[in-house]
């Protein structure tokens, strides 16, 4: 196949030549729940090459930007539209080529090829019409546009869509009767009386009220014909012999039609619509994504950020989710929070772990704005909970971990260190938590440190503090508030009246004039 | 077609789910109980009044509830009519249960066996119901059964009938089975049943236009075969099954409502009946518009508690036309549950076009009507309380729309006076502004003496009246709001009987 724009790579995804992905998931994804959030996005796709795309962070910005334009271009509803409809065509194809595969009688096998190939022009033809119509922007779809229209005009691709309309036309017209007495068929040409069916609702329609009949059967019916069917067809193929010999012949002239740019494409749409699927049901509930900015080297910042698998099970139950918003300042790097258990501490980290993870897949990330680092490495470590009877092999067993984490990172790597010591005496946890922060201090990496050490929130200008703010409300809630300052109080009985939306300004808001 | 007895509009659905709110209402109100009363053990008939009680609370029809008002003058005319309609539903739908209930109903041909069955039973009821219409309808004069039996008239015409019966026997298929194909997806046949293909012309014109045709025949022994075959004929029928299947629920669907209807009826004539023995005075209800916030009544008496106790019930009045928000304060068992219990179960039953026990009883039907019961058996700590009712009274707000009906019975009473207070001016003064009809039942003196002080004309006052000596006459009348806790007269009353003061 030609391709008329040779800087377009042939692909929505890779900029360059797709590097060799991952088959195994990176170590921080347990802790960050990100097992959940790929297990969500190939729900109903067991194909493994999708996990492994999910397992595969860009390492470059100039991937991250190609694939960020080729996402966000591909979330205008036309366009999305027109990516479903080619993927949904191209799954009709894929089943209709196992069909072929398995079927046993020749009539069958030619109509079913007929068929595979009638859903490959479909989703072709479809495709490229649907891109005519609109005025793209990203280097990807532009490249993919002019792609397509150099393979449709190509005389392979034109006979096969001509013969195909011919042979299917051939098919589409045959008409007959089949009469049924006892154990006797009869199959003869011609159409027939009036359908029985028609008469039933004529006569019936008067008591037809609550609901209209309901519509006839799709034809969800066994894969393979049994012997009487084929029997029928062979009958059928008789009365209709110039029909089925050109069928014959159409498989074998056309038996490799599908175009590896086209199958790969299917590939990666899946990819983007899967993820994007994912987080449909968020922006039903309102919640804020974006693209964010990455870059090799800046400041943190987000606004109304959350963990995105939390946020999935709490829009599930209908359930408020909160947001958090972060602003670092120049030099600062280390992140220090502390505040009481069940404030949403955790869910904080896995947040800024899923932000930075995400952001170098390409897609779309949790939050209003986000300008992130491309991290290099997410690295992780969070307290199991458990207590374990071997306090000081716990502790060892620890700082080896760390001990490797911190060898490993390098200024671009995010390490995020949940409660390490917090089975320890307080002593410890402090000297030990002083020297593991200033250690990540003289790295540069970028840190967030959960700790239930005070001391440890103002050991530098690059350190911040956080604090997990608890409402006294309702100190069951998961996620709460990280905050820079504790929240006021207020009248208890009025707050609860706020809580539950019964104010006089409530009232006013929620019943409409 | 359907009976529509209820509404000129719409069907009652007794199998729907119950509006929101509705489990309060039958608690709050004794309506559950009252409801029981008025069905006088038939199951049929009590969800009948439940569902067109409580479906007209929360969607009120004027247009509807005077329908029902003239079907029931006609019911009580004639009765006889009512049980007869009831009576032929319920055999109508008795038979059909019994008809052929397979588990391969999967089938179409079992299927169209069942709906073939069924329908033998619903033609012959179609002509009782002919039947009946030809006996009743010229005493009748309700647009209600007037529309309904002259429908049956029509529709269950002889020729009509004739015709149904001549198209159920083509569907046994005496001649074979006749398809019309052509080739689906996969080479599969897509097969249509047709009706037996009528000769035309002489017996030589029909021998030369048949068309030769190819044909096999399945071998006997051939199980595999045979059933292939029968799986073939399924796929042909299947269509003529569904819709077959489809027009017997439709069909018994009819019979469903038909008995669900009169059930109300019969229920409605009950409960005229257990009025007029009651010796108390009753009325049929002057409807009035959503818009015109009419409140009126005189001689009303609670519902429930008149079968209970007889005319020994105490009867109230107000004229409360436009008024947004009524409170009722005064002394403790001093009777203003009851009548907050009274207005609602009048406002219930004349939005479902029943009669009301009172002299007059004249309003605005209400878009929902709602109560919030302080609820003593929720008792957890005291904190736990207070949100419990809180929210659930937050449940409610998102029901409530301009012209809905809220009752509060001590709402906001599980914090401390200054608190609850507080909350429930904010609470009434912004349902005002939404034109939420709220009668409030309160103990909550701070709320009560603002709203006194605000001088609304919007806003009545009414209080259990208490005699010089403190008993009660269990009357409720307007009066301001008074500071002193009737509750101290009840205590004194009680520790007096034990003798321990």
Known sequence: ?513 | MRPRLLSPSRDLLPKAELPWGSEDLLRDLELAALLEEMAGGDAQILASLRQAVLSSAAEPDLQAASYRQAVLEDARRCPELITSLYDLANQVIAAERKTFHSVFTEYPSARLHAALEAMDIFVGAFGELRGLADRYLDRLQSEGLCRFLASCTQEFSESYLAELKALLAELAFPAGLFLAAELGTGGYGRYRARKRPRPQGNWLQRKLAKSPGLSFSIDERDEGGANALSELRDRGIERSATLLSHYQDQVLAFFTALRDESAFYLGALRWQRLLEESGAPSCTPLLRPVAERALSFTDLRDAYLLLRLRAGTVPNALAGDGALLVTITGANQGGKSTFLRSVGLAQLLMQAGLPVPATSFSASLAQGVFSHFRREEDAEMRRGKFDEEVARFSQIVDHLAPGSMLLCNESFAATNEREGSLIALQVVHALSERRVRVLFVTHLYEFARQLWAEHDPGVLFLRAERGAEGQRSYRIRPGEPLSTSFGRDLYERIFAVQGTG
């Open chain 1, 1 to 513: 196949m030609s391709s008329p724009s040779p800087s377009w790579p042939g692909s929505l995804l890779w900029v360059a030549n797709q590097v060799a992905l991952s088959a195994t998931p990176p170590s921080c994804f347990p802790d960050l729940n990100l097992d959940q959030i790929v297990d969500g996005i190939c729900a109903g796709h067991p194909e493994p090459w999708l996990r492994e795309l999910l397992y595969t962070p860009l390492t470059s910005i100039a991937a991250v930007d190609y694939r960020q334009r080729a996402l966000r271009e591909l979330e205008r509803p036309e366009l999305r539209a027109a990516a479903d409809g080619f993927l949904a065509a191209m799954e009709l194809v894929r089943q209709r080529q196992e069909q072929v595969a398995r079927l046993r009688s020749d009539p069958q096998r030619w109509i079913w090829f007929l068929n595979s190939t009638t859903s490959y022009l479909e989703a072709v033809e479809s495709l490229a019409a649907r891109l005519e119509g609109l005025q793209l922007s990203s280097a990807s779809w532009l490249g993919l546009r002019s792609y397509l229209r150099a393979y449709r005009a190509s005389a392979a691709y034109q006979a096969l869509l001509g013969d195909c309309a011919l042979r299917r036309g051939d098919l589409d017209s045959i008409r007959y009767q089949l009469r049924i007495r006892g154990l006797r068929v009869t199959v003869s040409k011609g159409a027939g009386g009036e359908e029985l069916a028609a008469a039933v609702s004529a006569t019936l329609a008067k008591f037809e009220a609550d609901s209209e009949p309901p519509p006839a059967a799709a034809g969800s019916r066994a894969l393979q014909m049994n012997h009487v069917e084929e029997q029928i067809l062979d009958l059928v193929v008789q009365l209709h012999p110039e029909v089925f010999s050109e069928l014959a012949s159409y498989q074998e002239t056309y038996s490799a039609y599908l175009d590896p740019v086209v199958e790969r494409l299917s590939r990666e749409l899946l990819f983007a619509t899967a993820y994007l699927n994912y987080l449909a049901p968020l922006q039903r509930a309102e919640l804020p994504l974006c693209y964010p900015a990455v870059s090799e080297a800046s400041d943190l910042a987000f606004e109304e950020a959350f963990d995105l698998a939390l946020a999935q099970q709490l829009v599930a139950e209908g359930q408020p989710v909160v947001r958090n918003s972060l602003q670092m300042q120049p030099g600062e790097r280390v992140l220090v929070i502390t505040g009481p258990n069940q404030g949403g501490k955790t869910t904080f980290l896995r947040l800024l772990g899923q932000l930075h993870y995400l952001a170098a897949l390409g897609g779309p990330v949790p939050g209003s704005s986000a300008e992130v680092l491309l991290a290099d490495r997410v690295f992780t470590h969070f307290e199991v909970g458990e207590q374990t009877a071997d306090l000081s092999g716990k502790l060892h067993d620890d700082l080896v971990r760390l001990a490797r984490i911190l060898s490993a990172a390098t200024p671009r790597s995010l390490i995020l260190l949940n409660e390490v010591f917090s089975s320890t005496a307080l002593e410890d946890a402090l000297f030990l938590g002083t020297k593991v922060l200033e250690q990540i201090g003289r790295i540069g990496a970028l840190c967030a440190y959960v700790t239930f050490v005070d001391e440890l929130t103002s050991l530098g200008l690059w350190t911040v503090s956080l604090v997990s703010a608890l409402d006294p409300e309702q100190p069951l809630r998961r996620t709460f508030k990280i905050l820079r300052r504790p929240a006021d109080g207020r009248s208890l009985a009025l707050s609860v009246a706020e809580r539950h939306r019964i104010t006089g300004d409530w009232i006013l808001k929620r019943v409409a004039p």
